[in-house]
């Protein structure tokens, strides 16, 4: 009872506008959010002009937080974000980490979205990580727990 | 003296208590920690650390510290991204990251240790019930011999124990034997 109090105060206090990739309702209410939706803010959120590497990679730590593997028009406009801010690394990161969240179904997933990826992949020069090997463990470091 | 002394602790505090818009939020012992290191976003729980994990695939801080070789890479990076040759796009993503995903992903073999000592320890605790048996315990009383049980159970099934649906139920005491 206190703690919804808190919240309720809190969001008196708090300016109305919020950033759209963690906007979410404080409803007891299940999202009515379609798909679509989903998608299309995102997908706005990554083609934001401005954006910095901050905000690509909060955009991708919200996006990761959900049970999904975000569609390609999402990622291509990630892609093109690394590519305004000019971050390589972020791109391959981001591309390994799609593989990753393939989870259990990455022979059937993860080669369906480079395929969709690959206009913006060859547009931008970004190679994938089996392009680059780093799909197969390439160096040995031992863990941090075992020094 | 006291009273200055009272002022200044009070100015001290009032500056203290103010929050300067801009300042930065990060302490200098977390700058000692992370030397150069760029930090470049919230990571997982919003401190400047690094650590690779596939559920926050984005650490808050660069893994190298920027030195003249990486720093040359970046400039490059400003460019065509066509023109990067594969080391160049590695030394980038190692100058980001510690290590990749199929890197820390790879299995790390521990689990043959662990069972390994595990059966060892087991193994020596079968030796310490076998010697316990041998040299503490008495022998089992008589009634563990195979004429006493028989002896029990012919007794069980005399006094027609549990007849309904236990043991007596299944003798067939006409026949003098087990129901078929």
Same mark, same amino acid.
Request: proline residues 6%.
């Given at each position: 009872?206190?703690?919804?109090?808190?919240?309720?105060?809190?969001?008196?206090?708090?300016?109305?506008?919020?950033?759209?990739?963690?906007?979410?309702?404080?409803?007891?209410?299940?999202?009515?959010?379609?798909?679509?939706?989903?998608?299309?803010?995102?997908?706005?959120?990554?083609?934001?002009?401005?954006?910095?590497?901050?905000?690509?990679?909060?955009?991708?730590?919200?996006?990761?937080?959900?049970?999904?593997?975000?569609?390609?028009?999402?990622?291509?406009?990630?892609?093109?974000?690394?590519?305004?801010?000019?971050?390589?690394?972020?791109?391959?990161?981001?591309?390994?980490?799609?593989?990753?969240?393939?989870?259990?179904?990455?022979?059937?997933?993860?080669?369906?979205?480079?395929?969709?990826?690959?206009?913006?992949?060859?547009?931008?020069?970004?190679?994938?990580?089996?392009?680059?090997?780093?799909?197969?463990?390439?160096?040995?470091?031992?863990?941090?727990?075992?020094? | 003296?006291?009273?200055?002394?009272?002022?200044?602790?009070?100015?001290?505090?009032?500056?203290?208590?103010?929050?300067?818009?801009?300042?930065?939020?990060?302490?200098?012992?977390?700058?000692?920690?992370?030397?150069?290191?760029?930090?470049?976003?919230?990571?997982?729980?919003?401190?400047?650390?690094?650590?690779?994990? &596939?559920?926050? %695939? @984005? =650490?808050?801080?660069?893994?190298? +510290?920027?030195? *003249?070789?990486? /720093?040359?890479?970046?400039?490059?990076?400003?460019?065509?991204?066509?023109?990067?040759?594969?080391?160049?796009?590695?030394?980038?993503?190692?100058?980001?990251?510690?290590?990749?995903?199929?890197?820390?992903?790879?299995?790390?073999?521990?689990?043959?240790?662990?069972?390994?000592?595990?059966?060892?320890?087991?193994?020596?605790?079968?030796?310490?019930?076998?010697?316990?048996?041998?040299? &503490?315990?008495? %022998? @089992? =009383?008589?009634?563990?011999?195979? +004429?006493?049980? *028989?002896?029990? /159970?012919?007794?069980?099934?005399?006094?027609?124990?549990?007849?309904?649906?236990?043991?007596?139920?299944?003798?067939?005491?006409?026949?003098?034997?087990?129901?078929?």
């Amino acid at each position: 009872m206190f703690r919804t109090a808190l919240v309720r105060a809190q969001a008196l206090v708090k300016p109305a506008a919020r950033n759209v990739a963690t906007s979410s309702r404080l409803l007891s209410k299940e999202s009515t959010e379609t798909d679509e939706q989903f998608d299309q803010r995102y997908e706005k959120f990554f083609s934001q002009q401005d954006i910095d590497g901050w905000d690509i990679r909060r955009g991708i730590t919200d996006l990761w937080g959900h049970d999904l593997v975000p569609e390609p028009k999402i990622l291509a406009a990630a892609l093109q974000a690394c590519r305004r801010v000019n971050d390589l690394a972020l791109a391959v990161r981001i591309l390994e980490a799609v593989k990753d969240k393939c989870g259990k179904r990455e022979a059937e997933i993860y080669p369906w979205v480079i395929q969709e990826l690959r206009p913006t992949l060859t547009q931008l020069g970004i190679s994938t990580p089996e392009e680059l090997g780093i799909h197969k463990p390439e160096l040995h470091t031992p863990s941090v727990f075992d020094l | 003296m006291a009273n200055t002394l009272l002022a200044l602790s009070c100015k001290q505090l009032l500056n203290n208590a103010i929050v300067r818009p801009g300042a930065a939020p990060m302490s200098s012992y977390v700058k000692t920690l992370i030397g150069k290191r760029e930090v470049v976003g919230y990571g997982f729980n919003g401190e400047p650390n690094y650590v690779d994990r &596939v559920d926050f %695939p @984005l =650490p808050a801080i660069r893994w190298k +510290e920027p030195n *003249a070789d990486i /720093l040359a890479l970046r400039e490059k990076e400003k460019g065509d991204w066509k023109l990067l040759s594969v080391e160049e796009k590695k030394a980038l993503y190692r100058a980001s990251f510690r290590q990749t995903f199929a890197e820390f992903k790879a299995p790390t073999g521990e689990w043959k240790g662990t069972i390994g000592v595990t059966l060892v320890l087991i193994s020596c605790a079968l030796w310490v019930i076998y010697g316990l048996k041998a040299f &503490v315990y008495p %022998p @089992l =009383p008589s009634s563990f011999s195979p +004429e006493n049980r *028989a002896a029990q /159970l012919r007794r069980i099934l005399d006094l027609q124990i549990n007849p309904i649906q236990g043991i007596s139920s299944k003798w067939d005491y006409e026949k003098d034997d087990w129901k078929k």
